[in-house]
């Protein structure tokens, strides 16, 4: 637990904008996320329509750990502000699939019974690939401007 602890001290969260960009870690994890949003053709930058409000966003950074308590590598995601959001003019429902612990169970079970080999994957991005009805402004993130990086 110590090693965990001291892992999590050695490299230190960033509390603003500023300190983010000026570590190399974490601007190159800041640069990441937004070629995966330009490369999954997330964004578009357009002028705001008349009568629309833009949603804010910003910038959540997490340490990823490894078991033995090393860090595997830093993680920057950027989040819309969605408490902004107006039911019905912004979002009109919203849906997180979830795998409940049961329906794992009973696919590791199926597997072990018939010997077939088991593998994990970690899909990055995974939300950007789901399609919106409705139309949603965004501001321009914090310390990048509309490019491909």
């Known amino acids: 637990m110590r090693c965990f602890i001291a892992s999590l001290d050695f490299v230190p969260v960033p509390k603003t904008l500023v300190e983010a960009l000026s570590h190399p870690g974490w601007r190159a994890a800041m640069e990441e996320e937004m070629r995966a949003l330009d490369d999954n053709g997330t964004r578009e930058l357009v002028d705001l329509p008349a009568r629309k409000q833009t949603i804010g966003c910003k910038w959540v950074y997490v340490v990823k750990v490894n078991l033995d308590g090393s860090v595997a590598h830093l993680n920057s995601r950027l989040v819309a502000k969605g408490y902004a959001q107006t039911y019905g003019v912004d ?46 402004y965004i501001e321009q993130p914090p310390g990048f401007f509309f490019m491909v990086i």
């Open 91 to 136: 979002y009109s429902d919203t849906f997180s699939p979830v795998a409940k612990l049961a329906s794992v169970r009973l696919f590791m079970s199926i597997a072990a019974t018939n010997d077939w080999p088991l593998h994990q994957l970690d899909i990055k991005n995974a939300f950007l690939h789901g399609d919106l009805k409705e139309e949603v």
